[in-house]
């Protein structure tokens, strides 16, 4: 990768007004080579710009090189071992987020963590853990669900789901996920049409937990009768755990949905860009 002086990069974004397409196709070929590392030298340009042409250059060529790198480390991500779910969000967070630091994700989350667990007792019985979980993150912390702005796309980020404390099923039920990883209790997420749960599954007892509506304790009975409302055949996956890569699809199909109630063209198409990535 080339590296230019700051003279040099200068003279090159002087160029991006240029009534030649030609030349500007070849100066915003030659600022996207140089990859992610001029996205602060970019954004100071704008700052300092009085060129609304070249302000507006500056935004695409910014944004074209956020979301490059956003989907590089998504990438990385699926073909990670892991596939740590926190790790998995924040990417997708930086989507509308991009100067949100993973660490700054992650001491939220450990805060909220810290709260649960300072209520918790591992030697109560399950439905009692999942009591105490619910009573601090529903209660004390007053995590809610998001019904006004339903279809909203922040509701598909943490950051902005942790400030508001509202969200959608699937975010409700990632930060539950991750507080109960973090506890060493067997919670995982289970993709049903239309809801998104989680279900308690140890070798002794298996429940659900609905997130969106106060973490609300059901049997596989009633996810039974929600299928046959529904009129959908009973499938084995409807009742077991997804994996962390389901769950990022799905917030990815949730925030497709949400940019084309809003008409935003290009976001839907960067949205499925991802979901390709993740789901392919």
Same mark, same amino acid.
């Not at 991006?16 to 080579?33: N, Q």
């Not at 926190?86 to 100067?99: R, V």
């Given at each position: 990768?080339?590296?230019?002086?700051?003279?040099?990069?200068?003279?090159?974004?002087?160029?991006?007004?240029?009534?030649?397409?030609?030349? /500007?196709?070849?100066?915003?070929?030659?600022?996207?080579?140089?990859?992610?590392?001029?996205?602060?030298?970019?954004?100071?340009?704008?700052?300092?710009?009085?060129?609304?042409?070249?302000?507006?250059?500056?935004?695409?060529?910014?944004?074209?090189?956020?979301?490059?790198?956003?989907?590089?480390?998504? /990438?990385?991500?699926?073909?990670?071992?892991?596939?740590?779910?926190?790790?998995?969000?924040?990417?997708?967070?930086?989507?509308?987020?991009?100067?949100?630091?993973?660490? /700054?994700?992650?001491?939220?989350?450990?805060?909220?963590?810290?709260?649960?667990?300072?209520?918790?007792?591992?030697?109560?019985?399950?439905?009692?853990?999942?009591?105490?979980?619910?009573?601090?993150?529903?209660?004390?912390?007053?995590?809610?669900?998001?019904?006004?702005?339903?279809?909203?796309?922040?509701?598909?980020?943490?950051?902005?789901?942790?400030?508001?404390?509202?969200?959608?099923?699937?975010?409700?039920?990632?930060?539950?996920?991750?507080?109960?990883?973090?506890?060493?209790?067997?919670?995982?997420?289970?993709?049903?049409?239309?809801?998104?749960?989680?279900?308690?599954?140890?070798?002794?007892?298996?429940?659900?937990?609905?997130?969106?509506?106060?973490?609300?304790?059901?049997?596989?009975?009633?996810?039974?009768?929600?299928?046959?409302?529904?009129?959908?055949?009973?499938?084995?996956?409807?009742?077991?755990?997804?994996?962390?890569?389901?769950?990022?699809?799905?917030?990815?199909?949730?925030?497709?949905?949400?940019?084309? /109630?809003?008409?935003?063209?290009?976001?839907?198409?960067?949205?499925?860009?991802?979901?390709?990535?993740?789901?392919?």
């Amino acid at each position: 990768m080339e590296k230019l002086t700051p003279k040099e990069l200068n003279a090159l974004i002087s160029l991006l007004d240029d009534t030649d397409m030609e030349v /500007k196709t070849h100066v915003r070929d030659r600022i996207i080579a140089l990859g992610s590392d001029v996205i602060p030298f970019l954004e100071k340009k704008w700052e300092d710009s009085f060129n609304p042409e070249i302000q507006k250059e500056i935004e695409e060529l910014v944004h074209f090189l956020q979301f490059d790198l956003l989907k590089h480390r998504l /990438k990385d991500w699926k073909n990670s071992p892991d596939q740590d779910l926190l790790a998995g969000l924040w990417i997708l967070n930086t989507y509308q987020y991009p100067d949100l630091e993973f660490e /700054k994700l992650n001491a939220d989350m450990h805060q909220i963590y810290f709260e649960v667990w300072t209520a918790f007792r591992n030697d109560l019985q399950p439905y009692e853990q999942v009591r105490i979980i619910n009573s601090v993150l529903f209660n004390q912390l007053r995590f809610s669900a998001n019904t006004k702005n339903f279809h909203s796309p922040g509701n598909s980020m943490l950051s902005n789901v942790l400030d508001t404390k509202k969200g959608n099923p699937i975010s409700l039920a990632a930060i539950y996920l991750l507080v109960a990883k973090k506890l060493g209790i067997p919670i995982y997420g289970v993709n049903l049409p239309n809801l998104f749960v989680l279900t308690y599954k140890s070798k002794d007892i298996t429940f659900y937990i609905n997130a969106f509506n106060k973490g609300l304790v059901f049997s596989r009975q009633d996810i039974s009768n929600y299928l046959e409302h529904l009129k959908i055949d009973a499938r084995e996956e409807y009742f077991e755990p997804c994996s962390n890569e389901d769950i990022i699809a799905r917030f990815l199909r949730n925030l497709v949905v949400a940019f084309e /109630k809003l008409g935003e063209v290009e976001k839907v198409e960067e949205a499925k860009e991802m979901l390709a990535i993740v789901s392919p």
